[in-house]
């Protein structure tokens, strides 16, 4: 969004703010002079842009918001104003949406968008914000006034004197009153799609948890995530962030918990060695680069098959370094093949190639049996990590899951075709959903005969810092080692049967993203590598 109303605006000669977008455009209608009280709080102001942005240009809210802080120069204190009320309004638009219905004499839809957002804005601030009830009134109308309109004002000032004659409990008890399927009132409570509240109780029993879980997990997913940093290992330090105030991290070595605003503060950030990461992608990584090869031998040919942003591409990259291996890094989109080169530059260069390919091409034959070590961390429907998204839930649908299981089988067949005979491959999604963890997983391992899975629990474990995780779930497909597919009722311990197992990590138990790792290897065990 290039202009903004009134609340920031370039003014005309005239000294009146111009309203229009870079198209010349009408942006917000603006309302008559006389009406004009005041300017818009900046802080209010961003959080409203960020909204008409997701919802006018599908904008992400976690790259618009830090970019329009930035522009409106808005200081430590309104940027976490402006960041929890954008994200906030965004994540419990569902919530929000249901009370609305209640005090708008007509269908939601119906309403413009700059009037819904700037109810919604003004109804997070009523329920679920330490503000005032005269200053979230007074202030949204203030808002509303300024940026859309005096007509529009009147009605979200009525409104919004509804939704707060109630609290945010009085309300949720309210609606709850009309819902008796338990689906249908945990996705109001916590303000999920109620697919998605379905999905995830099947994730939760698929992987071995309790489905009543689903309540904890929903309300984690409602938190916001406190920065995981990580230094690279060899090049980084987490001394500044420590020094910072910084909490070392609990799950993975290297790693800390850092609440102190914005980290480009920090020097050894800005110098790319140290990098913001979830605490579970760190521990995937980490579980790749460690593993045990099966087969020994050779280790110096890595490949991250997925590797966009680039965030465990820099990880394995420096470990790579340190041991004297290479990391190919892939990512197919030019632009996001861009971010991987700037994530691996702190790493030497001769330890990391980038390519910019389609990862199924992987699966020709130059490249069969190639790599020691692959990451396949595949585009998935990050149903694990709604928590960093605050809009994303409001965006998919279970067609997405269906059409990313086909293409996440293809990069399975590619990685394992371009792995070595007895190397290790990280399956990996940061989605819990058993289609695409565990069914694509079984479905690999019933197409590959000569492909197994490893104890990635066993691995999972002895990289994280305490010991266990206590998230490893075996993997019903068991096959006998190095045959063709069976059925469960023949994988009995001590029949030739591999014991193979995932790891799911969890928000509301392990404080990260809703990681799932499987660690796969081929040909029979002990099968000696070849070396180059
Ligand atoms: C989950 S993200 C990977 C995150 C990354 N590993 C990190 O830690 O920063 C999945 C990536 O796969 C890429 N992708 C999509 N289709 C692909 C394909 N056909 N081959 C390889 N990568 C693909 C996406 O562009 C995206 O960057």
């Given at each position: 969004?290039?202009?903004?109303?009134?609340?920031?605006?370039?003014?005309?000669?005239?000294?009146?703010?111009?309203?229009?977008?870079?198209?010349?455009?009408?942006?917000?209608?603006?309302?008559?002079?006389?009406?004009?009280?005041?300017?818009?709080?900046?802080?209010r102001?961003?959080?409203?842009?960020?909204?008409?942005?997701?919802?006018?240009?599908?904008?992400?809210?976690?790259?618009?918001?830090?970019?329009?802080?930035?522009?409106?120069?808005?200081?430590?204190?309104?940027?976490?104003?402006?960041?929890?009320?954008?994200?906030?309004?965004?994540?419990?638009?569902?919530?929000?949406?249901?009370?609305?219905?209640?005090?708008?004499?007509?269908?939601?839809?119906?309403?413009?968008?700059?009037?819904?957002?700037?109810?919604?804005?003004?109804?997070?601030?009523?329920?679920?914000?330490?503000?005032?009830?005269?200053?979230?009134?007074?202030?949204?109308?203030?808002?509303?006034?300024?940026?859309?309109?005096?007509?529009?004002?009147g009605?979200?000032?009525?409104?919004?004197?509804k939704?707060?004659?109630?609290?945010?409990?009085?309300?949720?008890?309210?609606?709850?009153?009309?819902?008796?399927?338990?689906?249908?009132?945990?996705?109001?409570?916590?303000?999920?799609?109620?697919?998605?509240?379905?999905?995830?109780?099947?994730?939760?029993?698929?992987?071995?948890?309790?489905?009543?879980?689903?309540?904890?997990?929903?309300?984690?997913?409602?938190?916001?995530?406190?920065?995981?940093?990580?230094?690279?290992?060899?090049?980084?330090?987490?001394?500044?962030?420590?020094?910072?105030?910084?909490?070392?991290?609990?799950?993975?070595?290297?790693?800390?918990?850092?609440?102190?605003?914005?980290?480009?503060?920090?020097?050894?950030v800005?110098?790319?060695?140290?990098?913001?990461?979830?605490?579970?992608?760190?521990?995937?990584?980490?579980?790749?680069?460690?593993?045990?090869?099966?087969?020994?031998?050779r280790?110096?040919?890595?490949?991250?098959?997925?590797?966009?942003?680039?965030?465990k591409?820099?990880?394995?990259?420096?470990v790579?370094?340190?041991?004297?291996?290479?990391?190919?890094?892939?990512?197919?989109?030019?632009?996001?093949?861009?971010l991987?080169?700037?994530?691996?530059?702190?790493?030497?260069?001769?330890?990391?190639?980038l390519?910019v390919?389609?990862?199924?091409?992987?699966g020709?034959?130059?490249?069969?049996?190639?790599?020691?070590?692959?990451?396949?961390?595949?585009?998935?429907?990050?149903?694990?990590?709604?928590?960093?998204?605050p809009?994303?839930?409001?965006?998919?649908?279970?067609?997405d899951?269906?059409?990313?299981?086909?293409?996440?089988?293809?990069?399975?067949?590619?990685?394992?075709?371009?792995?070595?005979?007895?190397?290790?491959?990280?399956?990996?999604?940061?989605?819990?959903?058993?289609?695409?963890?565990?069914?694509?997983?079984?479905?690999?391992l019933?197409?590959?005969?000569?492909?197994?899975?490893?104890?990635?629990?066993?691995?999972a474990?002895?990289?994280?810092?305490?010991?266990?995780?206590?998230?490893?779930?075996?993997?019903?497909?068991?096959?006998?080692?190095?045959?063709?597919?069976?059925?469960?009722?023949?994988?009995?311990?001590?029949?030739?049967?591999?014991?193979?197992?995932?790891?799911?990590?969890?928000?509301?138990?392990?404080?990260?993203?809703?990681?799932?790792?499987?660690?796969?290897?081929?040909?029979?065990?002990?099968?000696?590598?070849?070396?180059d």
């Amino acid at each position: 969004m290039s202009e903004r109303g009134n609340g920031g605006g370039r003014r005309n000669e005239q000294g009146r703010q111009r309203n229009r977008g870079a198209a010349g455009e009408r942006r917000f209608s603006v309302a008559a002079p006389s009406q004009r009280k005041r300017r818009a709080d900046p802080a209010r102001l961003v959080a409203f842009e960020v909204l008409r942005a997701v919802a006018e240009e599908d904008a992400y809210a976690n790259l618009v918001l830090p970019a329009r802080i930035r522009e409106s120069r808005l200081d430590r204190r309104d940027a976490a104003f402006a960041t929890e009320l954008a994200y906030g309004a965004l994540r419990e638009q569902g919530l929000y949406d249901a009370v609305l219905a209640r005090c708008v004499d007509r269908p939601l839809p119906q309403l413009d968008g700059a009037v819904l957002d700037a109810l919604r804005l003004g109804t997070h601030q009523l329920l679920s914000m330490r503000v005032p009830t005269h200053a979230a009134l007074d202030e949204t109308v203030g808002l509303a006034r300024a940026v859309i309109g005096a007509g529009p004002s009147g009605l979200i000032n009525a409104v919004l004197r509804k939704v707060a004659a109630r609290d945010r409990d009085e309300w949720v008890a309210e609606l709850l009153e009309d819902l008796e399927d338990g689906v249908s009132r945990s996705a109001l409570e916590h303000s999920h799609p109620e697919w998605i509240v379905r999905a995830l109780r099947q994730s939760l029993a698929a992987h071995g948890r309790r489905a009543d879980e689903i309540e904890d997990l929903l309300a984690a997913d409602n938190q916001a995530p406190v920065v995981n940093l990580v230094a690279l290992p060899g090049l980084g330090s987490l001394d500044e962030a420590l020094a910072q105030g910084a909490e070392p991290g609990t799950l993975v070595p290297g790693s800390a918990y850092y609440a102190g605003g914005d980290v480009a503060r920090l020097e050894s950030v800005r110098g790319g060695t140290t990098r913001v990461q979830d605490a579970g992608s760190q521990l995937v990584a980490w579980a790749l680069a460690n593993a045990e090869l099966p087969g020994g031998g050779r280790d110096s040919v890595w490949l991250d098959l997925c590797a966009g942003p680039g965030g465990k591409a820099a990880l394995l990259a420096a470990v790579a370094a340190r041991r004297g291996a290479t990391l190919t890094a892939n990512e197919p989109t030019p632009h996001r093949a861009e971010l991987v080169r700037r994530a691996l530059q702190a790493v030497p260069e001769e330890h990391w190639i980038l390519t910019v390919e389609d990862g199924r091409d992987y699966g020709n034959a130059d490249n069969a049996g190639r790599f020691d070590r692959i990451m396949v961390d595949a585009p998935c429907s990050g149903l694990g990590a709604l928590r960093r998204r605050p809009e994303s839930r409001w965006r998919k649908s279970p067609q997405d899951i269906a059409e990313l299981t086909i293409l996440q089988g293809e990069l399975l067949d590619a990685a394992l075709s371009a792995l070595r005979p007895g190397g290790v491959l990280a399956y990996v999604t940061c989605s819990p959903h058993p289609a695409e963890t565990r069914a694509v997983v079984e479905d690999a391992l019933r197409r590959h005969p000569d492909a197994r899975l490893l104890d990635t629990g066993a691995a999972a474990d002895a990289v994280c810092l305490g010991g266990t995780l206590g998230a490893a779930h075996p993997l019903d497909a068991r096959r006998p080692q190095g045959g063709s597919a069976e059925p469960e009722s023949s994988a009995e311990p001590g029949n030739g049967v591999e014991p193979g197992n995932t790891v799911q990590l969890w928000p509301h138990v392990h404080r990260t993203d809703a990681m799932f790792l499987a660690l796969l290897t081929k040909g029979a065990p002990g099968i000696p590598a070849t070396e180059d």
